[in-house]
């Protein structure tokens, strides 16, 4: 099978360059240019909007790590793992969860301010899946706007850390040896930099987030377009996983026509005492799972749909009443002011809620230090598969991969001595061009609607089939033939990643984790292998299966 639509980076206008280049400025971006500053190298972070946009600001519930003292990084490791359904990579989670809360107290150092109990300790809380309370959060509900908040000051105190907002990335450039030493991209704003140029450096991290909206109903921002997993592609480096799309059981439902970012009702009102509950009024979590409305996500998504279909009800309600007002006020101040913004008290009322895309569990592939199959090219946070998070991800865990990755990708860059070398225009690999073939975003809002009913939380041979055939034909037939824009660009990307997404879905015959094939209803053994797929210049993709030990450079296969 091919993606016929490939995306060539246009001639460049101006260049820049700098030690290392940084595309994103959420959790991992953020923190990847300032442990990189540390070491005393030149950072040019550059994202596509303003500095704090991106998912990081949207995230409700928290950090999650053993901070507490009856919690230990074994138990959150055991937790984690269960979640993943078989599929992470035990060596990749054991750093997340040992080096995590060192990593949340970094984040403090930086000024990130988190709610306390009345002994002044880090007031913890618990998710879906946690067996522990270890979940820190600020400001309620706000936790991912307060750890923006504290990132963008420390890097904007920084002035070797020089961001450019308004940047779209396009694609990677390399060197005749096949190694990283830049990007090209789009700049809107005044001054030198305006229009299509190059940034140049021995290290590229990709930082980009997720591809949310690839689905016509997400939690994610509008900058979530899977354009590091799309460019990651068109370079020739491998991505993993990106079957395993998290759809989170209750973000509120706003009616059949709702479209784009949808409110989150954060996990955590759950992990109040918040249940879930029919158009009878019935609890139907109780008999579903031990931990009833806080199981893993993917097994409340499922009992969600499940009793949607059953019932014939457009969706569930959560019951929070019982958490009382005062409790709303303080701990969910967030969530609270957008129920009410649109009618709802959930003081007094049941929210209307109903899964909808949320995170992406899969992404470009990489070692234990965030390393990608391309030398010189790093991945950090939720564009990354790091594997960590296997079939699907623990509540909380991604801010925290963020973190930790972000860490050692800079040890990374750092043992790899890439910084030391000089680039310069005349290293650019000429022949590595593409002949530009954008697609138009007019067919955005079809791919999306498309994948939400074909390859959305209930997947099967046939649907996967229906959305390889859409996808293939409008590839072919809409091409962009003028001008394109920043969106054309987007819309591209989003082609790509869901043409990798169906195709993985199709050939995965089971149901594991966030992924589930009505036509294979269990988890099978010889399906506990990761698919990783890569690019090739002409759009062949070319898929194989990994064991989830594996990682690029190791022995394992
Ligand atoms: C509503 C919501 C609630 C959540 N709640 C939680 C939670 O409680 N706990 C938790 O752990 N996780 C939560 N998550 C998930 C978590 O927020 C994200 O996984 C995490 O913030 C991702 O961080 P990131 O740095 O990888 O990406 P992001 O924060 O999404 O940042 C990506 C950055 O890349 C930029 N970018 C993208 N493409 C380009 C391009 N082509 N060129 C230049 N720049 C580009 C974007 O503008 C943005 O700055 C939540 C997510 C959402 C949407």
């Known amino acids: 099978m091919s993606v016929p639509g490939v ?8 260049t820049t360059s700098a030690d290392v280049i940084v595309v994103g400025s959420g959790v991992a971006g953020l923190t990847t240019a300032l442990r990189v500053r540390a070491q005393g190298k030149s950072v040019l972070l550059v994202t596509k909007a303003t500095v704090d946009e991106g998912s990081t600001r949207w995230a409700q519930g928290g950090i999650a790590a053993a901070l507490a003292d009856d919690d230990s990084p074994e138990d959150h490791l ?6 993943g359904g078989g599929l992470c990579n035990e060596e990749a989670v054991r750093i997340l969860v040992t080096e995590g809360p060192d990593a949340v107290r970094e984040l403090m150092a930086w000024g990130a301010r988190f709610d306390t109990d009345p002994t002044g300790s880090i007031s913890l809380t618990r998710e879906g899946g946690h067996h522990r309370n270890r979940i820190a959060h600020a ?12 990132l963008v000051a420390a890097v904007s105190a920084d002035p ?23 990007v090209t991209l789009h700049v809107i704003g005044p001054g030198r930099r305006d229009g299509v140029g190059a940034a140049l450096a021995p290290a590229v991290v990709l930082a980009t987030g997720g591809f949310g909206q690839v689905f016509g109903q997400t939690t994610n921002p509008y900058v979530a377009t899977g354009d590091g997993v799309a460019l990651a592609l068109r370079a020739g480096a491998a991505v993993a996983d990106l079957e395993f799309v998290q759809f989170h059981p209750t973000v509120m439902w706003l009616g059949p026509l709702a479209q784009g970012q949808q409110p989150l009702v954060s996990e955590a009102v759950r992990g109040e005492g918040a249940v879930l509950v029919d158009d009878a009024g019935e609890r139907f979590m109780l008999g579903e799972h031990e931990m009833a409305d806080l199981a893993p996500r993917d097994v409340v998504a499922k009992a969600i ?10 969706h569930m309600w959560l019951d929070g009443r019982g958490l009382g007002a005062d409790m709303w006020v303080h701990r969910f101040p967030t969530i609270l002011a957008s129920c009410r913004l649109r009618g709802i008290d959930p003081v007094t009322d049941l929210i209307p809620v109903a899964p909808a895309q949320h ?5 470009v592939l990489t070692d234990l230090d965030g390393r990608s199959t ?18 699907n991800r623990l509540a909380s ?20 001595q890439l910084s030391r070398r000089v680039v310069t225009e005349a290293d650019i690999d000429a022949r590595d061009t593409q002949r530009s073939l954008v697609v138009r975003n007019a067919i955005r809002r079809q791919l999306q609607q498309k994948m939400d009913v074909d390859a959305g939380v209930l997947r099967s041979a046939e649907s996967l089939d229906e959305a390889t055939q859409w996808i293939d034909a409008a590839l072919s037939g809409d091409v962009n033939r003028g001008t394109p824009c920043t969106e054309d660009w987007e819309t591209t990307n989003l082609m790509t990643v869901a043409r990798v997404l169906v195709e993985h879905a199709k050939l995965r015959e089971e149901t594991r984790g966030s992924h589930w094939r009505e036509d294979y209803p269990n988890a099978e053994e010889r399906w506990r292998v990761r698919l990783v797929t890569t690019m090739a210049k002409d759009g062949d993709l070319h898929t194989e299966r990994r064991s989830p030990e594996w990682v690029p450079g190791s022995e394992n296969t």
């Open 397 to 416: 865990n991604s801010l925290l991969e963020g973190l930790v990755f972000g860490r050692r990708i800079a040890s990374a860059i750092e043992a790899d």
């Open 359 to 363: 995170y992406a569990s899969g992404g």
């Open 160 to 182: 070797g850390i020089e961001v450019v907002e308004n940047a779209l990335v396009l694609d990677l450039l390399k060197d005749i040896d096949g190694a990283a030493i830049g």
């Open 78 to 83: 055991r937790d984690t793992l269960v979640a």
């Open 139 to 150: 400001g309620g509900d706000a936790t991912g706007a307060e750890v923006s908040r504290a």
């Open 374 to 391: 391309i030398p010189g090219l790093y991945a950090c946070g939720e564009v990354a598969c790091s594997g960590v998070h296997g079939a």
């Open 305 to 314: 749909r499940r009793r949607m279909r059953e019932t014939g009800a457009a």
């Open 7 to 14: 995306l060539q980076a246009p001639t460049s206008g101006w």
